[in-house]
Structure formats: structure tokens, C-alpha cells
């Protein structure tokens, strides 16, 4: 379940949205040629990535900011890029760009917070905007549950765009991401799902006082759960590649 866009683009010019994915791809740019260098990248990551047993110490917190601009790889980089510009233009529009920017940093940060607290004593840098995104992701559950979201669907050989609500997506999103903490050991590296659902529940906390701001519930009423500016109509044209007709095979020899 891979999302591809909203039906609903940001009115206004998303700034802080294009200026957090320039910064991220910038930033990706200057460390990415130390991967040839293990050495040199451990060094890096001792430096700007969050080591959870360094915080549990008292040490490093720069590293709660900085490491939400690092990331793994050009999957890991482009994944979270694309989650940022589906989800947070809409925000963006509802916040205003300088709180906006502030909500999606101070999500960041609790995310790498809750890591810590999932694992106190590890030793293995983490790294990602995932974090942050997932907060964005909740602020955007809790103000527009109704909108539409295209996703690409795969079930091993099938694989079909469909049109599902946001609060389904974002919900089975936050399912897996608490499933996959219980099942596994965040001492032991991998995916950081505590920090997943960590950023999201503090992004969730953080919109509530703009939700209440804006009318709780009378919001939903008034918005149908759905983003103020109008829908983009999507449309799908068929393929215009030509099908060429099936050559019949003549019989060979033996007559097959």
C-alpha cells in the first residue's frame, strides 16, 4: 500500500513543503559520497544521527534535529519525500508556513524522543525524517480524515491505483507501524516503528489545539473531514500502444 497523491493540492505555494525536501535532498548530497568510506560514514553518523544510549546519557541532543535531514539511502530519501508532499501542503495551507515548519520539526523531535525511550541503551544510529512525516500524517488524520488519497495497492503479482479515505490509509499505516514495534526489538536496529508511531501520536497532540481552534467537530461539519480548497478531477486515459495482431503459427515437420 503505496500512496501516490491527494485529491486535494494545496491552494497556496507549499514554501516550507519544497524548501524541507530541498534541504533533505541537499543535504543527502554532501554525506552520500562517504558511503565509500565506512570509516568516514560511522563518523558522520556518531556526529549528526540520533545514538540513543548518547541521549540517555545526556549527550548529543543536537542530534534530535539533525539526523531528521539524514537518511539511509535514495529509497529511504525518496519514500519520506513523497509521504512530506502528499501530506503536508494541506497542513502548510492550514497552519501558515512558519508554524507549519515549527509543528513539523517539534514532530521530529518527539519522535526521536520516543525512540530513545523504546531503546534506552542502544548503540546504532538513527536515521530519517520518517518521524517528523509520520507527524504530519497525524495532524493530517485529525483535520481531513474524509480526504482521498490514490494509493498503489500490491499483492505480490496484482497491482492496481485505488481511491480510499485517508483515515483508512493512515489508520492501517499506524497498525503496522505499532505491530511491527511489538514484534520486534528496537536494541537490535531496523526500522524504528516506536518513532513512527511516536511522531504521529505527538502530531496528533500537536493539531489539537488548531482542530479546537477551528471547531472540533463543528470543523468536520462544516468541511465534511475533507480539505477546504477543491478536488482535482483525475482521469485515466487507456494505453496508446497499438496491439498488433496474433500471428498464427504454421505447422512445422511434425506437424506441431
Known amino acids: 500500500m503505496f500512496p501516490l497523491r491527494d485529491h486535494n493540492p494545496s491552494a497556496g505555494t507549499p514554501y516550507v513543503v519544497y524548501g524541507l525536501i530541498a534541504a533533505n535532498v541537499l543535504a543527502y548530497l554532501m554525506y552520500s559520497g562517504l558511503s565509500n568510506d565506512p570509516r568516514a560514514l560511522m563518523q558522520f553518523y556518531q556526529s549528526y544521527a540520533i545514538i540513543p544510549a548518547n541521549l540517555a546519557r545526556g549527550e548529543g541532543a543536537a542530534t534530535l534535529l539533525t539526523s531528521v535531514f539524514i537518511h539511509g539511502g535514495l529509497m529511504h530519501l525518496g519514500g519520506n519525500m513523497l509521504f512530506l508532499w502528499i501530506f503536508g501542503d494541506n497542513l502548510e495551507d ?5 508554524p507549519f ?5 517539534a514532530c521530529g523531535i518527539g519522535a526521536g524522543l520516543v525512540h530513545v525511550l523504546a531503546a534506552p541503551g ?3 544510529p538513527t536515521v530519517g525524517a ?3 512525516i509520520a507527524g504530519v500524517m497525524g495532524g493530517y488524520l485529525l483535520l481531513f480524515p474524509k480526504a482521498r488519497v490514490d494509493i498503489l495497492l500490491i499483492l505480490i503479482i496484482f497491482f492496481r491505483v485505488v481511491t480510499v479515505p485517508a483515515a483508512l490509509m493512515l489508520g492501517l499505516w499506524l497498525a503496522l507501524q505499532i505491530f511491527g514495534g511489538l514484534g520486534s526489538d528496537p536494541d537490535q536496529g531496523g526500522v524504528a516503528y516506536w518513532a513512527h508511531a511516536g511522531g504521529f501520536a505527538v502530531g496528533l497532540v500537536l493539531m489539537l489545539p488548531l482542530w479546537l481552534r477551528l471547531g472540533g467537530p463543528a470543523f468536520w461539519s462544516r468541511t465534511h ?3 477546504p480548497n477543491p478536488p482535482t478531477q483525475y482521469t485515466y486515459s487507456a494505453s496508446r500502444i497499438p496491439r498488433l495482431p496474433r500471428k498464427r503459427r504454421r505447422p512445422g515437420p511434425w506437424g506441431k
Open 94 to 98: 492550514e497552519m501558515g508556513h512558519l
Open 101 to 105: 515548519l515549527a509543528f513539523y520539526l
Open 122 to 124: 542502544s548503540q546504532i
Open 130 to 132: 520518517s518521524g517528523a
Open 225 to 227: 473531514g475533507l480539505p
